[in-house]
């Protein structure tokens, strides 16, 4: 089977860095997505990483180690519109395209 | 460019009758998929399609049928609505496999 696991909640300051884990086991691997979830808005796609290492993109960057099963995104200067849900999405199995989701990590920023 | 529309947006049912749940994209995207959300549960496939007259299932294919007659649309149809159908659904296309897809709205249904 698949699994994708993020901690379910995270709270952090306004002006720090937080960082969002995610650990994926998957019959394949076609790259990883993050993706933003605004409370009762549609997913907005935050980064993508195919191959290991680090893309940085503004204030949000990802991680990811193949070999570990593992990625992160790492969010700098934190400002209150970054309270939001983060979903970490493999494209796993058999099929291209098809995105395997985490239950994603509910990030609280506080002034 | 409207992207992916999903209608309608909030919808209530009542147990046992049928509705179709309409995605139309613009983008001439050829993988279209939908997705339910559920409170800790994060987002999980129904069906998919990788291109018109392509469809397949996902993770919680019971209870709803879809078909791909066109690039442009994906409609999602629930047979026969039961409670556990309650949920906030979303409808989603990419050009390809590997770039990232695009999300509607969402569709708000309620089951009594």
């Known amino acids: 089977g698949q699994n994708i696991d993020q901690p379910t909640e995270m709270t952090a300051t306004e002006g720090a860095i937080v960082q969002i884990n995610c650990t994926y086991q998957t019959s394949g691997f076609n790259g990883l997505f993050w993706y933003q979830q605004h409370a009762g808005e549609a997913p907005t796609f935050l980064s993508y990483n195919v191959l290991d290492g680090l893309e940085e993109k503004g204030r949000f960057s990802s991680f990811l180690s193949r070999s570990k099963g593992y990625s992160y995104l790492l969010l700098k200067e934190l400002q209150m519109k970054d309270s939001a849900s983060y979903l970490c999405?493999?494209?796993?199995?058999?099929?291209?395209?098809?995105?395997?989701f985490g239950r994603g990590t509910q990030l609280t920023v506080w002034p | 460019n409207a992207g992916v529309t999903q209608t309608p947006k909030f919808q209530v049912l009542k147990t046992g009758q049928s509705m179709t749940l309409q995605c139309a994209q613009d983008?001439?995207?050829?993988?279209m998929s939908w997705y339910r959300q559920d409170p800790g549960m994060g987002l999980r496939l129904i069906h998919y399609?990788?291109?018109?007259?392509?469809?397949d299932q996902g993770e919680v294919p019971n209870g709803y049928n879809v078909s791909r007659s066109t690039t442009e649309d994906f409609p999602l149809r629930l047979l026969s609505a039961a409670p556990s159908q309650t949920s906030v659904y979303f409808c989603?296309?990419?050009?390809?496999?590997?770039?990232?897809?695009?999300f509607g709205d969402g569709t708000r249904l309620s089951i009594l």
């Open positions: 989603a296309s990419s050009p390809q496999g590997r770039v990232p897809q695009h």
């Open positions: 399609s990788v291109g018109a007259g392509i469809t």
């Open positions: 983008m001439n995207h050829e993988y």
């Open positions: 999405a493999v494209n796993g199995g058999s099929t291209l395209g098809r995105l395997y």
